[in-house]
């Protein structure tokens, strides 16, 4: 699946010219079946964030959101928006996201070049 992306309209430092992130298309068939089983609209997409926060300093936030904000991403993937806030962008820069199925269970897990040290959980990391 080739996604199409609409930057924000001010420059973002450390964006360059890719995409933040990319999304597998298991990932993007997880997130729209998470969607479906939750009730929710097919007009809403999700939001990939950074927050402070887990046991490295910063975690991965994922949402659904009926509409992008000033300044965010928009990525669309096979007829799913995905919305990425410039800041969080900076953090996520390269980052692959997959859904992976393992001994331990499933879910996505978060390829990020720029993360120095992560836990053992997988959802927090630092840089």
Same mark, same amino acid.
């Given at each position: ?9 001010s ?12 999304? /597998?298309? @298991?990932?993007?068939?997880?997130? @729209? ?16 964030a ?23 991403? =928009? ?6 928006? =995905? ?11 390269? /980052? ?12 996505? @897990? ?18």
């Amino acid at each position: 699946m080739e996604p199409t992306t609409q930057a924000p309209s001010s420059e973002t430092p450390g964006a360059g010219d890719q995409d933040p992130i990319t999304l /597998t298309d @298991k990932a993007v068939q997880m997130i @729209k079946i998470t969607r479906e089983q939750e009730g929710i609209e097919e007009s809403h997409g999700l939001r990939v964030a950074v927050r402070g926060g887990g046991c490295s300093g910063m975690e991965y936030a994922l949402d659904f959101e009926r509409q992008s904000r000033d300044n965010d991403f =928009v990525i669309a993937y096979d007829g799913l928006q =995905v919305y990425i806030d410039a800041i969080s962008a900076r953090y996520l820069q390269g /980052t692959e996201i997959d859904y992976v199925l393992g001994a331990t269970g499933a879910g996505f @897990k978060f390829n990020n070049p720029n993360a120095t040290g992560s836990c053992g959980c997988g959802s927090s990391f630092s840089v």
